[in-house]
């Protein structure tokens, strides 16, 4: 059975730090690319990053570049999202995905959690004073 369950959410500081794990199991971790995806309160689903099998290539979209760091353990077949210089804009629940964003989610900002073949439960981030 293939499980994601992503974990290191909490609440902090505009400018603070957070990582967020997910760990996986049931697959062969270093075959797929992984993915982050978020959803803002009331808005839709957002790409964040995604990274390749090996390890490259990582990918962001352009709001959290410089911030946010993407890398995997292919060891322990856990995916990290290191977030750090956080901002109000960034509270969302924190998704990890299997599989690489179709074009409409990268581009256009089309984004669901049925693009992917599995995704977590997601994790709660929220920035704020």
């Known amino acids: 059975e293939v499980q994601l369950v992503e974990s290191g959410g909490g609440l902090v500081q505009p400018g603070g730090s957070l990582r967020l794990s997910c760990t996986t199991s049931?697959?062969?971790?270093?075959?797929?690319?992984m993915t982050w995806v978020r959803q803002a309160p009331g808005k839709g689903l957002e790409w964040v990053s995604h990274?390749?099998?090996?390890?490259?290539?990582?990918v962001y979209t352009d709001s959290v570049k410089g911030r946010f760091t993407i890398s995997r353990d292919n060891v322990k077949n856990t995916l990290f999202l290191q977030l750090d210089s956080l901002k109000p804009e960034d509270t969302a629940m924190y998704y990890c995905?299997?599989?690489?964003?179709?074009?409409?989610?990268?581009?256009?900002?089309?984004?669901?959690?049925?693009?992917?073949?599995?995704w977590g439960q997601g994790t709660q981030v929220t920035v704020s004073p």
């Open positions: 995905a299997r599989g690489v964003p179709p074009f409409d989610c990268t581009s256009r900002s089309q984004c669901s959690l049925s693009d992917f073949s599995y």
């Open positions: 049931g697959f062969t971790f270093t075959k797929y690319f």
């Open positions: 990274i390749g099998g090996s390890g490259t290539p990582t």
